[in-house]
């Protein structure tokens, strides 16, 4: 796979998998920046004039299409040194705090965040809001570590 003719290129030309890492980073503060919005939000602090559904629903297309250059970009970048990072363990950690997270925010973190905010607990809330940044810090520091094998 690591030595498919793209691939080789994007090793051998210098600009290029710096270029992808930049946009997987891009990636990654668009995502961040929708997540933030709406878990800090869950937690009170910030835009308390705007319903947190109202907000969720409004941040959602920002962090579907971060999560698709980091998902697209990461394959790419995981492609060129497929050998190396499979055998890192903050790849894998990074990857199981990946799927985890992703079907957290699309099933309880969503329902909690479109739900009444009178009918939804505010313990409840706090604490969807926290697993949802424990969860997207440790995707970032697994893929922030595997520079460092």
Do not use: N
Request: with cysteine.
């Amino acid at each position: 796979m690591q030595f498919s003719p793209l691939l080789v290129e994007m090793r051998a030309v210098w600009w290029l998998f710096p270029g992808i890492a930049i946009l997987h980073l891009l990636g990654l503060a668009i995502l961040a920046g929708a997540v933030l919005l709406v878990d800090l939000r869950l937690l009170g602090f910030g835009a308390r004039r705007v319903p947190v559904a109202v907000l969720a629903r409004d941040a959602e297309r920002w962090l579907k299409g971060g999560l698709a250059v980091m998902l697209s970009t990461g394959l790419l970048l995981f492609m060129c040194f497929a050998t190396k990072y499979y055998y890192l363990a903050f790849f894998w950690v990074k990857m199981a705090a990946l799927a985890g997270v992703i079907v957290f925010t699309f099933t309880v973190r969503r329902r909690v965040a479109l739900a009444d905010e009178a009918g939804a607990g505010g313990t409840r809330r706090k604490t969807v809001a926290l697993m949802s940044l424990s969860l997207w810090t440790t995707v970032a520091l697994g893929g922030r570590w595997i520079g460092f094998p």
